[in-house]
């Protein structure tokens, strides 16, 4: 049994494929060898699709959006008449309001907003509290706790401490921000479920006397033989042992055409065939295929990427101990001065005071605002950390095909022989074409709108080796260097010195035939590339502007495609770096290898080869037009396949994270000054920090926080609004 190795093919072997696209391109068919032990596809994907999705916010109760969601629209609704009648909020707005049962509003609402809003901050506090790692859910559940049983008692005449609409206030825009916060994190729906959907359901097994029975995937077993027809997807990975067809492997490869499989040729499951049938025995079903192979690379990459700690969390976990601390030196020093009633009063203050109400806010409303102006571009943030990470990024890993490239092969060159014309070769390929399914047949038939239209006939297919037909009483065929073979066609000098350039910069070579007199004659050639996109090299400009210092290119083509596309787009020699030729394992592992040497790497792809890569990068970034499985693996998604928006993704990250600082800075200052205030260090001076102007100040900090975070949609993402 023949077994492909890791390592690239060389160009003997490359040069060698009886290929009617053959042109430089290697093929390479994924190892079976990647499978390894691992649980049936569809289980995994379920595990890893929701296992790690909720390890950031673990400390946040584990809940998911629309829980904080319907917490907070109740809490709000009960916080308005709390609020309402609260007897300090009346004396500030001059108003009075007095009606049977009003002094109960604060104690019976303000319970209810306690333990059904407060609930996954008192249960996030405890977690917090009992893993030892203080942050900012115990800041909010100390502060929550202490307002609520001082309220209460201040409700049983013990205290002279009215907090009940400040407690209902601080629950309800806590819930509001930790709501926005999980609204924009958006969690994937499964990488591994995307990879799943790949596989067919269904299977056309030949039972033992020929016939075709339908079959469950999972029913399938190691022998079996499967029919795969014209446009079908592979259902496990097997070998042909009947027919030939050109298999559409680019969303395990990374191939950019089909390629030519024969009998004995091994195939992959989730390839599809293009052009004919063929018959396949099973040699690995479920867990033991390529595809399994690649979602134990995402799985794997998935769980070694770390999660950083939010700052909030961090400056939080130090405003806890500088709470605790300014909280127990409070109540000393007051105790110590012989004043009983304002040590309690002092120190519940400094508690109730020392919630983040603008911290808790800070992050939320940068990274919703954030996500909210970078949709409008048709930049989608799936994950904030990735957001975050992008400002430090040094190295941009590109996939070729689909990414920098259109993923489409266009004709980019025409040669005719002496006695003949450009146009008119064009002219005859596009009739011959016509009616050919194949992706470069529609590449010619499209190059050949702007000549002259012709009419074939007697359309024939010839799989793996070309086409033939008749155009105005002719036969021609059209085909690649299978067909040129069997032909025994002599290529004119002047055609094959032209074709060999091509062949160089990897560019699909097909020549056209006549056969007149059963002699056949080589007219001219056609060269076909994939189509550079044309906004990428402003892309990697803007990457250089933006401070990124090196541009890689990884692609499963070979290293002439590669090198040539690589030199298009204006690659520095010794700087930027180009991988042909690799697999999806050796895309994950170059992006571990760039990390090594110390780079921040954004990985950019739009393919099933990609997802490991996506997911083992510090930042993934997918091309929207992509796959779902890239999509999945991604944390930031570009709607469109425009690779300038990777830069558009650096600009808003640098962007809100300077708002997220200017946010915490606001918020510490507030604490700086309101904390020893509140404690009364100044009270010998006649200035002391009242409960009613502590909420004052944390609602001023609030709309500051929130009006910063505002001056986000002022950034420009793409570039038609940086021409405004």
């Known amino acids: 049994m023949r077994q492909h190795s890791h390592t690239t093919r060389t160009g003997t072997e490359a040069a060698?494929?009886?290929?009617?696209?053959?042109?430089?391109?290697?093929?390479?068919?994924?190892d079976q060898s990647q499978g390894g032990d691992h649980k049936h596809h569809a289980d995994h994907a379920g595990a890893a699709g929701h296992g790690g999705a909720h390890q950031g916010h673990d400390k946040h109760a584990g809940h998911d959006p629309?829980?904080?969601?319907?917490?907070?629209w109740l809490s709000l609704a009960?916080?308005?008449?709390?609020?309402?009648?609260?007897?300090?909020?009346?004396?500030?707005?001059?108003?009075?309001?007095d009606f049977p049962g009003m002094?109960?509003?604060?104690?019976?609402?303000?319970?209810?907003?306690?333990?059904?809003?407060?609930?996954?901050?008192?249960?996030?506090g405890v977690r917090e509290l009992r893993d030892r790692a203080p942050g900012m859910m115990l800041l909010?559940?100390?502060?929550?706790?202490?307002?609520?049983?001082?309220?209460?008692?201040?409700?049983?005449?013990?205290?002279?401490?009215?907090?009940?609409?400040?407690?209902?206030?601080?629950?309800?825009?806590?819930?509001?921000?930790?709501?926005?916060?999980?609204?924009?994190?958006?969690?994937?729906?499964?990488?591994?479920?995307?990879?799943?959907?790949?596989?067919?359901?269904?299977?056309?097994?030949?039972?033992?006397?020929?016939?075709?029975r339908r079959v469950s995937v999972a029913d399938l077993t190691v022998g079996d033989v499967v029919l795969v027809r014209s446009g079908a997807r592979v259902p496990a990975d097997g070998r042909i042992v009947d027919g030939e067809a050109e298999l559409d492997e680019s969303m395990i490869t990374g191939e950019s055409r089909p390629v030519r499989r024969v009998v004995g040729d091994r195939v992959v499951a989730g390839t599809v065939a293009t052009d004919s049938a063929i018959r396949v025995r099973v040699e690995a079903v479920g867990e033991d295929t390529a595809l399994a192979g690649i979602q134990r690379l995402v799985a794997q990459a998935q769980a070694a990427g770390g999660r950083a700690q939010v700052l909030a969390d961090r400056f939080a976990a130090l405003l806890f101990y500088v709470a605790m601390v300014a909280a127990v030196l409070t109540f000393a020093a007051w105790w110590a001065f012989g004043d009983v009633d304002q040590s309690v009063v002092r120190t519940v203050t400094v508690l109730v005071i020392a919630c983040p109400h603008a911290l808790g806010l800070a992050i939320p409303l940068v990274i919703s605002l954030s996500t909210t102006v970078a949709a409008k571009a048709g930049i989608l943030v799936k994950d904030r950390l990735a957001l975050e990470r992008m400002r430090t990024v040094r190295a941009v890993l590109f996939d070729k095909t689909g990414t920098l490239t259109k993923g489409a092969h266009t004709v980019t060159g025409v040669t005719a022989a002496p006695g003949s014309s450009d146009d008119e070769v064009l002219r005859l390929a596009g009739a011959v074409e016509a009616d050919s399914e194949h992706p470069l047949a529609r590449a010619i038939v499209?190059?050949?709108?702007?000549?002259?239209?012709?009419?074939?006939?007697?359309?024939?297919?010839?799989?793996?080796?070309?086409?033939?037909?008749?155009?105005?009483?002719?036969?021609?065929?059209?085909?690649?260097?299978?067909?040129?073979?069997?032909?025994?066609a002599q290529v004119p000098d002047e055609i094959a010195a032209t074709t060999r350039a091509w062949v160089r910069r990897g560019a699909a070579v097909l020549h056209l035939l006549r056969l007149a007199d059963g002699r056949p004659e080589v007219l001219g050639a056609l060269g076909l590339e994939d189509e550079i996109r044309p906004e990428a090299r402003q892309a990697i400009a803007q990457l250089r502007e933006q401070g990124v210092d090196k541009i890689v290119m990884i692609t499963g083509d070979a290293r002439g495609v590669a090198d040539a596309v690589a030199s298009d787009l204006g690659f520095r020699p010794g700087v930027d770096e180009v991988f042909a030729e690799v697999l999806p394992a050796d895309k994950d592992k170059a992006v571990a290898d760039l990390q090594s040497r110390g780079l921040t790497v954004a990985m950019v792809g739009d393919g099933v080869n990609d997802a490991p890569a996506l997911a083992r990068a510090d930042?993934?970034?997918?091309?929207?037009?992509?796959?779902?499985?890239?999509?999945?693996?991604?944390?930031v998604v570009l709607a469109s396949s425009d690779p300038r928006g990777v830069t558009g993704v650096i600009r808003l990250s640098k962007a809100s994270y300077r708002k997220m600082l200017q946010n915490l800075g606001w918020a510490a200052g507030y604490n700086i000054i309101a904390i020893p205030l509140a404690a009364g260090v100044l009270a010998w001076a006649g200035l002391t920090l009242s409960p009613a102007v502590g909420a004052v100040l944390m609602s001023a900090s609030t709309i500051v926080v929130a009006l910063n975070a505002q001056l986000l949609r002022r950034v420009r993402l793409t570039p038609e609004q940086q021409q405004r």
């Open 446 to 488: 499209a190059a050949a709108a702007r000549v002259e239209r012709a009419a074939a006939t007697d359309f024939r297919s010839l799989t793996g080796r070309g086409v033939q037909a008749t155009v105005d009483g002719t036969r021609y065929a059209v085909g690649g260097p299978a067909l040129l073979r069997e032909l025994d």
């Open 16 to 30: 060698h494929r009886d290929d009617r696209a053959d042109a430089g391109t290697s093929s390479q068919a994924v």
């Open 619 to 635: 930042v993934g970034i997918a091309i929207g037009a992509g796959t779902d499985v890239a999509i999945e693996s991604a944390g």
């Open 140 to 212: 909010i559940s100390m502060a929550i706790t202490v307002a609520y049983v001082a309220s209460l008692a201040t409700s049983l005449g013990a205290f002279d401490l009215d907090f009940w609409w400040e407690l209902a206030a601080l629950v309800t825009i806590m819930l509001l921000g930790h709501w926005q916060e999980m609204k924009a994190i958006g969690q994937a729906r499964g990488a591994l479920a995307a990879l799943a959907a790949l596989l067919p359901d269904d299977a056309e097994r030949l039972t033992d006397d020929g016939q075709v």
């Open 103 to 124: 002094s109960w509003l604060g104690p019976v609402l303000g319970s209810v907003v306690f333990w059904y809003g407060g609930w996954p901050f008192l249960a996030g």
């Open 78 to 97: 009960l916080t308005v008449p709390i609020v309402v009648t609260s007897h300090m909020v009346m004396d500030w707005f001059g108003y009075r309001l």
């Open 66 to 72: 629309e829980l904080f969601r319907r917490k907070f």
